[in-house]
C-alpha cells in the first residue's frame, strides 16, 4: 500500500462529453477554473487537455493551453500541471478503403505533438506508449516506436517529466524498453489506464501483474473509467501507487448524480484517507517525482 498519494485530477480530456454533462469545462477559463477547484479540493496534479471554444472538441491549439496555464498559475494554490501531448494521434479510416483518412482524423509526428510543452514547460506532460484500436469502428490512436523515441528525446530534453501512458501491456513492454535506453530519467513515472476499449479491462489481477513488470523505482499511478473510477482510487493505492479521478474519465458521483472536478478530487480524498494514507501536497509530489519547474518560454529570470 501507498501511504503517501500523489492524487491527480483530469478536468476535461478530449472525449465527445460536453452533452452529457453541464460540468465538463470548455473554454479555457472553465478549465483553469476547474483546475483551481480541483487542487483547493486537495488535488496534487491536474491534468489538461483543452477544447475548442465552439466546436467544444479537443484542440492542440497552443493559446488556449497558454491561457489555461497561466490562469492557474496566476491563482493562490500550486498544482503540479500536467500537459496532455497526445493530441494529434486519431486516425480514422475508411475500413473498406484504409488507405482513406475520414473525418475526425488528427495525424501528426511525435515533434508535432509538443509545441506547447516546448514553451509552457509544464513539469509533466503525457507520452502514449503505442498504439490502439481505440473503441468501435475504425478508429486508431497511432504512436510508433519511432515516433515515441523522438518525442521522448525531445521531452528529456526540455527537462520535463513524461508520464507513461499505458493502454495495455505492449505499451508497458516498450515503455521499459525507454527507460532501459535512458530515454526516461529516473523516477520513470508510469499511467496504467484500465478499462479503455480495446486496452487493458478493470481487472485487478491485471493491474497487479503490470505492477510486477514495472522497472525498479519507478512511480505508478493507475486509474478506471465511468463507474470504476471511484472504487479504482483505492485499487491503486493498495497496489502501492497513486490515483486519479476527473471528468475527463468519469461524469459521476455517483449513480445518476452528475459530478464536478471539485467533487469528485473530494471523494478521493476521503477514499485515501479512510485507507490510513494521505494526499501529497504538490510540493509533496514534486519531490516524489523529482520535478523540475522551468520558467515558460519568453519569461523573464
Known amino acids: ?30 478549465i483553469a477554473n476547474d483546475a ?27 493559446e488556449y493551453y497558454r491561457e489555461v496555464v497561466e490562469r492557474v498559475r496566476a491563482a493562490e494554490v500550486d498544482p503540479v500541471l500536467n500537459l496532455t501531448a497526445g493530441m494529434g494521434g486519431d486516425l480514422v479510416i475508411d475500413p473498406h478503403h484504409p488507405t482513406t483518412h475520414l473525418p475526425g482524423t488528427d495525424l501528426v509526428s511525435g515533434l508535432e505533438r509538443l ?24 478508429n486508431l490512436y497511432v504512436s510508433t516506436p519511432d515516433m515515441l523515441r523522438e518525442g521522448a528525446a525531445r521531452i528529456q530534453e526540455l527537462g520535463v517529466r ?3 501512458e499505458i493502454f495495455d501491456t505492449g505499451n508497458l ?3 521499459n524498453v525507454m527507460v532501459q535506453e535512458g530515454l526516461i530519467d529516473p523516477p520513470p513515472l508510469y499511467q496504467l489506464c484500465m478499462g479503455i476499449p480495446y486496452g487493458a479491462p ?10 510486477q513488470l514495472l522497472p525498479k523505482g519507478a512511480e505508478f499511478t493507475s486509474f478506471a473509467i465511468g463507474a470504476n473510477q471511484l472504487p479504482w482510487v483505492a485499487q491503486s493505492v493498495l497496489a502501492g501507487g497513486h490515483a486519479r ?18 467533487q469528485l478530487t473530494d471523494r478521493a480524498v476521503s477514499i485515501i484517507e479512510n485507507l490510513g494514507a494521505q494526499v501529497a501536497t504538490p510540493a509533496e509530489a514534486r519531490e516524489i517525482l523529482n520535478l523540475k519547474v522551468q520558467l515558460p518560454t519568453g519569461d523573464a529570470s
Request: hydrophobic share 40%; glycine share 10%; proline share 5%.
Open 202 to 211: 478493470v481487472d485487478a489481477g491485471l493491474l497487479q501483474a503490470m505492477v
Open 1 to 30: 500500500m501507498n501511504r503517501k498519494v500523489i492524487l491527480t485530477c483530469a478536468v476535461t480530456g478530449a472525449g465527445d462529453t460536453t452533452g452529457k454533462s453541464e460540468f465538463v469545462p470548455v473554454t479555457p477559463e472553465e
Open 162 to 164: 513524461p508520464e507513461l
Open 245 to 262: 479521478v476527473g471528468l475527463e474519465d468519469n461524469l459521476y458521483l455517483s449513480k445518476g448524480v452528475k459530478a464536478t472536478n471539485a
Open 173 to 175: 513492454w516498450f515503455a
Open 115 to 138: 509545441p506547447h510543452v516546448e514553451q509552457l514547460l509544464p513539469e509533466i506532460c503525457t507520452l502514449d506508449c503505442g498504439s490502439l484500436n481505440f473503441g468501435e469502428g475504425s
Open 36 to 62: 483551481i477547484a480541483a487542487a483547493r479540493a486537495g488535488a496534487s496534479v491536474v491534468h489538461i487537455h483543452v477544447r475548442d471554444p465552439e466546436s467544444k472538441l479537443g484542440s492542440r491549439k497552443v
